[in-house]
């Protein structure tokens, strides 16, 4: 059996890696789209769709991460360096940092639509507007989960 060093910086407890493995392979498209899209595809088949392919695709590749972490030790591109030395695999830990870094650039226009409406709705500045059909639209893709 491996014995892991202990190392700053790490997960204090496992539910603190379940947490962010979760939070990072969930996404804003699950929150936002999927509602929309189980309602508009069939409910309940397309659900079962859904996580079939998840547990297909989604949890090997989730543990395949983990299992490159925990072993490389270290970044995404020096992790492949340490474990396939001399081979192209490295391209693929570059390939996952250029993902991370343009999702997190997605997020950060999200985060900057909403800080805006916030303020708005502080400021009471949508008092008055109309919405010219857009709530209708948006309570029919929101009435499968209301």
């Known amino acids: 059996m491996i014995k892991w060093k202990k190392r700053e910086g790490g997960f204090k407890s496992n539910f ?3 947490a962010a493995a979760v939070g990072s392979a969930v996404g804003l498209g699950n929150i936002w789209r999927f509602p929309y899209i189980a309602g508009e595809n069939g409910g309940a088949a397309f659900i079962l769709v859904y996580l079939l392919s998840v547990a297909i695709i989604g949890l090997p590749v989730l543990l395949s991460e983990l299992t490159i972490g925990r072993s490389g030790r270290s970044n995404p591109i020096d992790s492949f360096k340490k474990l396939a030395p001399d081979s192209p695999w ?9 993902a991370a870094f343009l999702i997190l650039a997605f997020y950060s226009a999200i985060a900057g639509w909403t800080l805006e409406y916030l303020l708005k709705a502080i400021l009471n500045q949508f008092a008055g507007k109309d919405v010219g059909g857009k709530l209708q639209i948006c309570l029919v893709a929101l009435s499968p989960i209301l």
């Open 16 to 18: 603190g890696l379940f």
């Open 90 to 98: 490295y391209f693929s830990g570059i390939l996952g940092v250029m």
